[in-house]
């Protein structure tokens, strides 16, 4: 006897993108069945409300008819919103057997954290490397490890976004090693780019390549060099002006307009690179939340994310209101039942001019009168917001 199935996913938003720098979500699959729809919209319901950007929360639940029985599958990463979706269910008045789990996997038994062991890890929207790259971790930062699929881990970074690293570009660890990395004497890669060597001496074969933003253990110093090691054990030797003690460099940052229009100005010509937040290349909000991050702001990972952050500016016609290191959010407006949605982002440098990642790291200005004026982003911007504090 064949057993006739079908499923209905809400699935967690790892897939695609819009132009620029904001994600798509995946569709739903739908069917004729009019209980599993009603099922299905109920769990819609609670996604709308407790995890409408699912790139930063973990929502995949699902709906399957076996035989005459309905049954959630998939998974959440809270409690409570797993409690809201039994209970929103209940009020359609149909019976589901629940078969949602709550990450991180049994398998990866105590090892739920991880430490990005390459100057880049890649992180893809999917578990495989065809798939669109949606953001960077880089060297020495901490992630959360929620699930595997052969040799892809579904991580989490600091600032809440969910991709997938595959095997080897971080060390799964457990959160007593995570504290043990973060206690270690760090220290934070301050030029663009360098090598760690085997020996400590110029030409000596290379270990592992750094970036701006990296961070190393200190192990001892050499002379003009640092003796590092990696988060994987790898250990070599580094030039001492190519970084500096991490807990100094974070004291040491003033996040002024200035000091922002200056570390902006340091990544012109830099390309473009979808998903990118690193000096190799990085999207138009990889630029901004690298260039506040060197002085010491952390900002959300996608545009529409970093939309939600700091106070809105008021946009007269002549941006008067406008001051230096305020973020601009260009996009579509709303029009009819579609919402409004941010894509681009960019900081404004003051005289109208504003700085932004977009088919390289370029200035570009809101006048239209102006030689370097970009009519599209004229016509697009939205919004503006101030994240600097004291402004």
Known sequence: MKRNWFALLVIVALAGMLPACTHLNSGTRSSDAPQSGTVLRAIQGVKDQSAPDSHVVIFTVGVQQEGRNLVLTGAVDRAEVKAEILKAVERTGLKAADRITLPPAEELEDEVWGIASLSVANGREKPEHSAEMGTQILLGQVVKVWNRAG??????????????????????????????????????????????????????????????????????????WFAVELPDGRTGFLPKPSAE????????????????????????????????????????????????????????RNASEQARQGMEVPLDPDLRELKKGDLLFFGARSRGDKPEKVSHVAIYLGEKLFIQSSERVRVNSLDPNSPIADHHFIQTLLHARRVLPGL
């Open 245 to 300: 003690n991490y807990v100094a460099w974070k004291q040491a940052r003033r996040a002024t307009p200035e000091n922002i229009e200056r570390t902006a100005r340091m990544f012109l010509g830099r390309p473009y690179l979808w998903g990118g937040n690193s000096p190799k290349g990085m999207d138009c909000s990889g630029f901004t939340k690298l260039t506040f991050l060197l002085n010491g702001i952390d900002l959300d």
């Open 151 to 224: 040799r892809w881990f579904l991580v989490q970074s600091a600032d809440g976004y969910l991709a997938w690293l595959e095997k080897g570009t971080f060390v799964p660890c457990t959160k007593e090693q995570v504290q043990v990395w973060n206690n270690a004497s760090l220290l934070f890669v301050t030029v663009y780019e360098d090598l760690i060597l085997e020996r400590p001496e110029a030409g000596a074969q290379p270990v592992s390549d750094v970036v701006m933003g990296d961070l190393v253990k200190k192990n001892s110093e050499a002379g003009n």
